[in-house]
């Protein structure tokens, strides 16, 4: 209807030049336009009148927030029972504390701003909650044949040169969640590396999806990938007369030759699995050079906080005369120092015995 006016009001226009009468005409009904024009949209916007019916699946009026970085309060979906994905073992289960898929009337920019990508929300965030959404990253798979031609089964990754990697090439999500290694020594959580976005200039899904509109920029701080992917770092270690791969014979690929005594409060955080790690490294260097050195992508060296020792040396060498003493708080986790003291009086013992029955075979 809005369109025929229109059509009228121009083509009075066009039959009113140089004809003042019908010129005043004109004008009277684009006056009346407006009038009508903001009376339908008033209606329209009215709480009282009645919504047009809305196709299946077809997507709702964007939620447009104003301030950027801010996120409106969006309903959340019931907790009914739903099927969640297990990242240690892959399985499916039932839970009936979380919500596995968001409103069904909730489109894609409104999940973008849901609380849940934002601070205090995404600190909060359980695996099951994010893969609701994303379940796609672990559903994923590495290409049989590369662009290039080289095939996948006929070539190694660069993951796959280390002993303690097993198993064929996976994609990034499943090395770091549902791989033998993962499931072994990680305990991963989404929130470990992703700590929410700003919607306005971040990308929130794959380059590859082919929406690129917004800029590109990291999702995930790279101090977090540097924390199991960056260089080996010799000149924290004396003695090391370079890279442990020039050395590691020397040693017998054993770190705990030197590592049983020195710097023993170690990987006290919530993404790793402590004591596996330590039986892993008892078994072979390569677990313990894999995240320090042996996988890395980085030509720089994480600064690992000093934690206190039993033990410890009061001098305080040059290298670590800036470096933290604690954990980043969102990844400490509980340690007994007086456990810590036990094991390591154990260790010593048992080197001494060793010892003693090393002079008494000599003899």
Known sequence: MISSIISI????????IGKPGLHKQAGRLFIGLIFV???????????????????????????LSPIIGKAPVIPRAPKTPQK??????????ESSSVSQSPPEDMDQH???????HFKPEIDKATNEQCLGCHADVLKDRVLDQSPAGVKANEALAWYQTLDTYEGKQLSFHQRHFTSKL??????????????????????????????????IRKLVDPDICL????????????????????????????????HELFRTNRHQVN?????????????????????????????????????????????????????????????????????????????????????????????
């Not at 969640?84 to 289960?93: A, Y």
């Open 9 to 16: 009001i121009c083509i009075i226009s066009i039959i009113s």
């Open 37 to 63: 024009l903001t009376a339908l949209d008033a209606h329209a916007q009215s709480p009282d009148s009645p919504a047009a019916p809305r196709a299946p699946g077809a997507p709702t009026k964007p939620v």
């Open 84 to 93: 969640t994905i297990n990242t240690k073992s892959g399985n499916t289960s």
């Open 110 to 116: 409104q999940a973008r701003w849901d609380p849940i």
């Open 182 to 215: 993962a499931k072994e020594l990680m305990d991963l959580k989404c929130n470990t590396c992703h700590q929410g976005h700003d919607p306005g200039v971040e990308l929130s899904y794959l380059v590859q999806s082919g929406q690129v509109k917004q800029k």
């Open 227 to 258: 924390m199991c992917h960056g260089k080996f770092d010799a000149k924290t270690m004396p003695g090391l007369a370079g890279d442990w791969v020039q050395v590691r014979d020397t040693y017998k690929n054993d770190c705990l030759v030197c």
């Open 271 to 363: 993404y790793l699995n402590p004591d596996a790690i330590e039986k892993a490294g008892e078994k072979s260097g390569d677990s313990c050079y894999g995240c320090h050195g042996g996988r890395a992508w980085y030509r720089t060296s994480y600064p690992y906080p000093r934690h206190k020792w039993p033990g410890m040396s009061l001098l305080e060498p040059d290298w670590a005369k800036k470096r933290p003493t604690e954990s980043d708080a969102r990844f400490l986790q509980g340690f007994d120092p007086f456990k810590e003291k036990k094991r390591i009086q154990k260790q010593i013992m048992q080197k001494l015995e060793e010892i003693e029955v090393l002079k008494d075979s000599m003899k």
